[in-house]
T-cell receptor
Framework: AQKVTQAQTEISVVEKEDVTLDCVYE???????LFWYKQPPSGELVFLIR??????QNEISGRYSWNFQKSTSSFNFTITASQVVDSAVYFC?????????????FGQGTELSVKP | NAGVTQTPKFRVLKTGQSMTLLCAQD?????MYWYRQDPGMGLRLIHY???????AKGEVPDGYNVSRLKKQNFLLGLESAAPSQTSVYFC??????????????FGPGTRLTVT
């Protein structure tokens, strides 16, 4: 079975704190992709990052970084020096490419609240 | 280049009424999807299409029908709306790219309330 679990339903931090959003996935496929999307209060879904299963290099983009560990089936997302504008719901998603139609399997989402 | 658009943005229906949600994309994508988003449940796939004239069921297809008569459009129909279909509906499209999987591009969403 394929599944994505985001165990943290809600996280609240104070501005400038670092925060890590956890994502654990299950799949039997050897080739797959993982995504993170951001959903700000305005409601749209914003693509943040894509990672394929053969690339375990961590990635950093400004204040955002992602830690992919196949050994623990995790793809965690860290925001450094959080800002109020980071307040949003964040979704982790699994895309098994050999699954017909390229469907995304989403986690339940983590609502991040950054207070000034 | 508008990307993925959805019509309407908001709608209120009475139980038993019918309606159609329209999704349009101008990126020439092969694949299109309809998801619903409910609190605490993430996005769940309703139906999807891998090409013009083809549709398939997703995780939660009951109570919905879809059609893909043109490559750029994907319609989601509710024949007899029920309060359990109150949700936010997202349309998405994608095309497979080597080394990139199926990155999906999402529309702005339609907020539907069934009373």
């Amino acid at each position: 079975a394929q599944k994505v679990t985001q165990a943290q339903t809600e996280i609240s931090v104070v501005e400038k704190e670092d925060v890590t959003l956890d994502c654990v996935y299950e799949t039997r496929d050897t080739t797959y992709y993982l995504f993170w999307y951001k959903q700000p209060p305005s409601g749209e879904l914003v693509f943040l990052i894509r990672r394929n299963s053969f690339d375990e290099q961590n990635e950093i983009s400004g204040r955002y970084s992602w830690n992919f560990q196949k050994s623990t089936s995790s793809f965690n997302f860290t925001i450094t020096a959080s800002q109020v504008v980071d307040s949003a719901v964040y979704f982790c998603a699994l895309n098994p490419p050999y699954n017909q139609g390229g469907k995304l399997i989403f986690g339940q989402g983590t609502e991040l609240s950054v207070k000034p | 280049n508008a990307g993925v658009t959805q019509t309407p943005k908001f709608r209120v229906l009475k139980t038993g009424q019918s309606m159609t949600l329209l999704c349009a994309q101008d990126m020439n994508h092969e694949y299109m999807y309809w998801y619903r988003q409910d609190p605490g449940m993430g996005l769940r796939l309703i139906h999807y299409s891998v090409g013009e004239g083809t549709t398939a069921k997703g995780e939660v297809p009951d109570g919905y029908n879809v059609s893909r008569l043109k490559k750029q459009n994907f319609l989601l129909g509710l024949e007899s709306a029920a309060p359990s279909q109150t949700s936010v509906y997202f349309c998405a499209s994608s095309s497979p790219r080597q080394g990139a999987g199926y990155e999906q591009y999402f529309g702005p969403g339609t907020r539907l309330t069934v009373t």
